[in-house]
Each structure stands twice: as C-alpha cells, then as structure tokens.
C-alpha cells in the first residue's frame, strides 16, 4: 500500500503565493508519475500538473507561467508551488502517484483565494 499526505493548503489573497507538499510512505517504486489535480465547488477534478519519471512536466493551460512542480526523492515528496493566485485557483488539491499501474490519492488539501 501507498499513503499520500498532503500539506500546505490555506487561505490566501489574490496575487499571493502558496507551496504545497504531497509526502508519500509505503510500498514505493521509483519507477512512477507524480501529479496534482484540482476540484472546484460543483465541478469535476481536474488535472493542474504532472511529473513523469523522466522528469517531463505537463500543466493545464490555466495555470501555466503560474505554478510549477517538482519533487525531492530523498524524501518521497513532490510539491506545487502556486504563484500568482487566482480566485479560480480555489478548491481541494489532490495529489497522486501512479506506479505498478495503480493511481494512489492523496486525501487533499483546501485552497481558498480570496481578498
């Protein structure tokens, strides 16, 4: 089994800036995909980031130029740094890792942007 534990939500203004922390523990392969996904009030999850093993990154066009994904494999954590804030940034963050075939999630993380 996989956890994921997420870190470093909140509330914050527009224009300002927020890193968060995705820590994973278990039965880890260092063969995997890194990702966050974003769900806003009555809408459907979406994907905001990914990170492949090769080190390629993906980002929904909304936030491209705005966050940026990376990770620390010594310490099994993958972060997205969020700059730039926007209200419709707002929602529960998700992070996931995906080895063996398997997509593991993360229980989320509330993100507020709001003056």
């Known amino acids: 089994q996989v956890q994921l534990v997420e870190s470093g939500g909140g509330l914050v203004q527009p224009g300002g800036s927020l890193r968060l922390s995705c820590a994973a523990s278990?039965?880890?392969?260092?063969?995997?995909?890194r990702g966050w996904y974003r769900q806003a009030p009555g809408k459907q999850r979406d994907s905001v980031a990914s990170?492949?093993?090769?080190?390629?990154?993906n980002y929904a066009d909304s936030v491209k130029g705005r966050f940026t994904i990376s990770r620390d494999n010594a310490k099994n954590t993958v972060y997205l740094q969020m700059n730039s804030l926007k209200p419709e940034d707002t929602g529960v963050y998700y992070c996931?890792?995906?080895?063996?075939?398997?997509?593991?999630w993360g229980q989320g993380t509330q993100v507020t942007v709001s003056s």
């Open positions: 278990g039965r880890l392969s260092s063969i995997n995909t």
């Open positions: 990170l492949s093993n090769s080190g390629s990154t």
């Open positions: 996931t890792r995906k080895q063996f075939g398997q997509d593991y």
